[in-house]
């Protein structure tokens, strides 16, 4: 009955190079979101997926940002050419059921860009 | 205008008293609404849904809602010490009901 699990839990990198951050969803889970949390602010939706497809990537900030989800399960969010408004907490969640709007949040990463 | 909008506070309330949160949200389909509760450094986690006009009650916790006025609140009756953290509203997008807005958060701070 492991939660939703984050890798790294801190990532400290320098501008401009490229980053990727891990998550491992509740097995089981068939719906997975990434959000953002910039320090004192609320969660910025980034992109969820319903399986391996991704219906709503609208909450992506640049095109330097991607993600992917293999097997239903593992997701992968990357950021290339890092800037330092990037900094912040990413925040993985998964659902077992969408419409439950029942979240389960992984303890996140926190990306620091120098 | 944000999709949902939360005042930041903070908000202090004694130990024992009412708290008050509220949220308004734009997408007037909006079907499904949620408070989730975030303790400092930590992740947040559901505590209330809410998908009908009025009333509903888990506990200490009420959530309202007004679709007409496009407004979502939770009360927080007998409020503890424990209670204080910040308090998430999230709406689900209508027509998406994968998508879910997250407002700014309200910080409750419930002084002994």
């Known amino acids: 009955g492991a939660g939703v699990s984050q890798s790294p839990s801190n990532k400290v990198t320098e501008k401009g190079k490229d980053v990727e951050l891990r998550c491992d969803p509740i097995?089981?889970?068939?719906?997975l979101y990434w959000y953002r949390q910039s320090l004192g602010q609320g969660l910025e939706f980034l992109i969820y997926?319903?399986?391996?497809?991704?219906?709503?990537k609208s909450g992506l900030p640049s095109d330097r940002f991607s993600a992917e989800r293999t097997g239903g399960s593992v997701s992968t969010l990357t950021i290339q050419r890092t800037q330092q408004e990037d900094s912040a907490v990413y925040l993985c969640?998964?659902?077992?059921?969408?419409?439950?709007?029942?979240?389960?949040f992984g303890e996140g990463s926190r990306l620091t860009v120098l | 205008q944000k999709e949902v909008e939360q005042n930041s506070g903070p908000l202090s309330v004694p130990e024992g008293a009412i708290a008050s949160l509220n949220c308004t949200y734009s997408?007037?389909?909006?079907?499904?609404f949620f408070w989730y509760r975030q303790y400092s450094g930590k992740s947040p986690e559901l505590i209330m849904s809410?998908?009908?006009?009025g009333d509903k009650e888990d506990g200490r916790f009420t959530a309202q809602l007004n679709k007409a006025s496009q407004y979502v609140s939770l009360l927080i009756r007998d409020s503890q010490p424990s209670d204080s953290a910040t308090y998430l509203c999230?709406?689900?997008?209508?027509?998406?009901?994968?998508?879910?807005?997250f407002g700014q958060g309200t910080t409750l701070q419930v002084k002994p």
């Open positions: 997408d007037r389909g909006s079907q499904s």
């Open positions: 999230a709406v689900n997008k209508s027509g998406n009901t994968g998508k879910l807005i």
């Open positions: 097995s089981g889970h068939t719906a």
């Open positions: 969640a998964s659902s077992p059921d969408p419409n439950t709007g029942e979240l389960f």
């Open positions: 997926f319903q399986g391996n497809s991704a219906p709503d």
């Open positions: 809410i998908y009908s006009n």
